[in-house]
């Protein structure tokens, strides 16, 4: 979700933000991952390819998207595809609220004046709730994200990236149909191997069935 600034400033941002955005896609290098130099690798199998390509060439039918960079591919040797970024005008659209494990990003730019309800859109949109992002330089509104989003997302970045978590440097786990939110790499994930017990000795036993607030007046 990308925020829509009102009036004509709107405009400008949101091109800027593309502008950005254009550039740093180009400079994305996409090869084998025998060379360490390049940041887009092949797809994990065919059937992924497949997958992922469907819901590009999907996108470029549908009158509700803009493909604003990318959109190829090719699998005649690897299962390549190229960086795709998609600009909707419905945020219930496909690739919105469906996990797709490839390098396609899409972007709905919502009304300034709709922050809250559209954080309660993304709350409900997906079954998954594995990762998510808040990028903001206002303390209010990511104090108000981190409420609305509190089971949106098992990992939760606010102003960083949202990939790159390492199991055993950073508790990693989602919930809903993520998970059960383990959180690989930490303690928290010891609990799900555990069966707590809860032992209470008294040495002082009880001589009356009355608690202390029962006794006579």
Not at 66 to 93: C, H, Q, R, W
Request: with cysteine; net charge neutral.
């Amino acid at each position: 979700m990308l925020r829509r600034l009102p009036g004509v400033r709107a405009q400008k941002f949101v091109e800027k933000v593309k502008e950005y955005l254009v550039a740093d896609l180009k400079s994305m290098k996409m090869g084998t991952t025998e060379d360490f130099s390049n940041f887009i690798n092949a797809v994990i199998d065919e059937k992924a390819f497949d997958k992922i390509s469907a819901y590009i060439a999907a996108a470029k039918k549908s009158d509700k998207v803009k493909v604003i960079s990318g959109g190829n591919y090719d699998k005649s040797k690897g299962y390549f595809i190229e960086p795709t970024v998609l600009e909707v005008s419905d945020p219930m659209y496909i690739t919105m609220c469906e996990e797709i494990f490839g390098p396609v990003l899409t972007i709905y730019v919502y009304e300034d004046k709709k922050y809250e309800k559209t954080l309660e859109l993304l709350d409900a949109t997906s079954p998954y709730a594995l990762t998510g992002a808040i990028f903001a330089n206002d303390r209010a509104a990511l104090a108000l994200a981190n409420e609305k989003l509190r089971h949106a997302a098992g990992n939760y970045y606010v102003n960083d990236k949202p990939t790159g978590a390492v199991v055993g440097q950073q508790p990693f786990g989602g919930g809903r149909a993520s998970g059960t939110n383990d959180k690989a790499g930490s303690m928290l994930n010891m609990y799900r191997w555990l069966s707590p017990r809860t032992i209470k000795e008294n040495f002082v036993p009880p001589v009356d069935y009355r608690y202390p607030f029962l006794g006579e007046e």
